[in-house]
């Protein structure tokens, strides 16, 4: 009986963190196909904006890591059918790319506190690397109890922080999709009023993959104090 309930708890928990990827990734996809009566593409769009909103400094740029806006550049990248194309999806993406923009230039504060976060966060998971290549070169080191005690503590600690930036994240994604993005397109009608319904479904599924990140984040760390306790 213990074993079904693990097992269904298991696929839970599995769905948790799958379940909303695939299901942005067909949302996406879904609103991606050209559209004549989108005004412009996702580029056009935001070049349109930061001359509104008075952001003449803000760059527009390709990239193939995924859509996000660089506090450090001042860019907004998009990816190639974002960037070029005339779809729901790409003018939806692109508001909300531009509304962390716009959130950097109003100073709005917890996207300055993920900022600072997130470096800490990205140095820490190098010395997490480091320190778990180490590790089982330790091991055979006289006192290499003693080292590897720290050397784990560095790992685990190295993911929780990476779990507590997907938390904070989540309420600075859902800012910029439904606090901007959204307001921007219906007040602007740079979408149709039949139109709004499935931009607030892409801007959902959008910030729904950063909740199935933190999510996973919890489950490797939850893994590894299994193995540091024991």
């Known amino acids: 009986m213990d074993v079904v309930i693990f097992l269904i708890l298991g696929i839970l928990l599995f769905a948790l963190i799958l379940g909303p990827q695939y299901w ?3 949302v996406l996809q879904k609103y991606s196909g050209h559209r004549d009566d989108i005004p412009g593409t996702g580029a056009e769009l935001v070049k349109h904006l930061k001359k509104k909103f008075g952001l003449d400094y803000l760059k527009i740029e390709g990239t ?13 990248r998009l990816s190639k059918d974002n960037l070029d194309k005339r779809s729901l999806t790409a003018i939806t993406v692109a508001a909300h790319e531009f509304g962390h923009a ?24 190098r010395v997490g690397g480091v320190a778990l290549l180490v590790m089982p070169f330790i091991a055979f080191a006289p006192a ?20 507590v930036v997907h938390l904070v994240t989540l309420p600075v994604e859902l800012n910029a999709s439904f606090g901007r993005a ?4 219906k007040e602007g009608q740079y979408i149709s009023n039949s139109d709004y319904r499935a931009a607030r479904k892409i801007l959902t599924a959008c910030a729904l993959t950063y909740l199935a990140s933190s999510l996973s984040g919890l489950l490797n ?10």
């Open 24 to 26: 942005a990734r067909h």
């Open 64 to 76: 193939e890591l995924g859509d996000h806006y660089d506090p450090a550049d001042k860019a907004v």
């Open 221 to 230: 760390f939850w893994r590894w104090l299994r193995v540091f306790r024991r």
């Open 182 to 185: 959204l307001p921007i397109l």
């Open 102 to 125: 716009l959130q950097d230039f109003k100073q709005y504060k917890p996207l300055s506190t993920r900022t600072s976060m997130v470096r800490t966060a990205q140095k820490l998971e």
């Open 144 to 163: 290499g109890a003693r080292l590897a005690l720290p050397l784990m503590l560095v790992v685990v600690f190295s993911m929780l922080l990476n779990t």
